[in-house]
């Protein structure tokens, strides 16, 4: 048999059991707390039991009613008036029952008292206000959690909205880079179109159904990388200087999906593709320590204009995967952008 968990504890075991233990404990406490003054437990049990009479209703009446209608609503001076009423009204009500049932049954010898005698209504109070408390301390904090509960789930459902939004723009950003190489290559009747296109199958294969995980195995990001640099290749030939080291036990490791690719891509769309002679594009990634470390340098054209350069930092795959990391990693990554002159230089760490 499962073992339930604190939470699933107190809020999936029913209701009315949680409210008749309460109930058995709060009784059986003050039965033995008075009984133990005379010994007479049983007679005290007895008293506990008709005051509970009285108290039952009492505490419904104020966390089913009071507290939904004037508490949580946040009508505090409305709340405290009703509370003392609800208060006075039954401490009236135990002074009754004490004078009607309690006294001709344990105290028999005792002169009658009137029912509207202040001093013992008062008195009384001690036998209202303070399962009164304790009844709202717990009604309130049941309250804040589950309010505290909605609000995470609130957030949850946010985060998770805006990340399947930024996922879902990787694979049309990717797909349209893509197909331009091909159009390309079959512009030229070139022999390679065909091998685009098994790759570009392979690839939309892995970012439509298995990249829908939370976390993929960070073999198979490499692998999307690798299959992305054929491509290049295909299209850039000899113009392309491309090396790729990877170090570390990668195999075992799992990281968020499409994080490695917008940077390679980024180098080609904003880098390599506007160099005229020979471009380079240099990916190191290691694997060291729970942490990866991958530093992307590409070549640049030495004629790019201020404008370029800020569309080179702030490309839409770029400010993407940014947010990304900002939401999946948190305070676990680091990003460091380097625009010189002639190259740009993205270092990424992050702990898994």
């Given amino acids: 048999m499962p073992k339930l968990g604190l939470e699933q504890l107190l809020f999936k075991t029913p209701r009315i059991l949680w409210h008749f233990i309460f109930w058995v404990v709060f009784i059986t406490f003050f039965a033995l707390v008075y009984g133990s003054f005379e010994e007479k437990y049983g ?14 209703p009492a505490v419904y009446l104020t966390i089913y009613f009071l507290m939904p209608k004037l508490l949580f609503k946040e009508k505090f001076g409305w709340f405290f008036i009703a509370l003392i009423s609800t208060v006075l009204f039954f401490s009236w009500l135990t002074w009754v029952n004490y004078i009607y049932y309690q006294q001709p049954i344990f105290w028999p010898g005792e002169a009658k008292l009137s029912v509207f005698n202040i001093g013992k209504i008062l008195k009384h109070t001690t036998k209202i206000y303070p399962v009164l ?8 904090f049941k309250y804040w959690y589950r309010q505290q ?4 789930q609130l957030a949850s459902e946010k985060l998770q909205a805006e990340l399947r939004f930024l996922k879902a723009q990787v694979h049309p950003h990717f797909l349209f880079n893509t197909l331009n190489n091909l159009y390309a290559l079959t512009l030229k ?3 390679d179109a065909p091998e685009v296109v098994l790759k570009l199958s392979d690839l939309l294969n892995y970012m439509l159904y298995e990249c829908n995980a939370d976390t993929v195995p960070l073999s198979k990001e490499i692998k999307l990388v690798k ?9 850039y030939g000899k113009r392309l200087n491309i090396s790729l080291n990877v170090r570390g036990e990668v195999k075992s490791k799992m990281v968020a999906p499409m ?5 390679v891509e980024n180098c080609f769309k904003h880098g390599v593709s506007e160099e005229l002679d020979e471009s380079w594009v240099n990916i190191d990634l290691e694997l060291k320590h729970e942490t990866l470390t991958l530093k992307v340098e590409n070549s640049k054209s030495k004629n790019g204009g201020s404008e370029d350069r800020f569309e080179y930092k702030e490309g839409i795959g770029l400010n993407n995967v940014k947010r990304r990391l900002e939401l999946l ?9 380097h625009d010189e002159t002639d190259s740009f230089l993205v270092i990424l760490k992050i702990k898994i």
């Fill in 43 to 56: 007679r005290q049990f007895l008293i506990q039991l008709s005051d509970a009479a009285i108290q039952i």
């Fill in 133 to 140: 408390v304790l009844a709202i301390v717990i009604k309130w």
């Fill in 149 to 152: 509960k909605a609000n995470q």
């Fill in 189 to 191: 009747q070139s022999k």
């Fill in 227 to 235: 299959d992305y640099i054929s491509l290049e290749k295909i299209r």
């Fill in 259 to 263: 994080l490695i690719l917008p940077f």
């Fill in 329 to 337: 990693y948190e305070e676990n990554h680091e990003l460091d952008l």
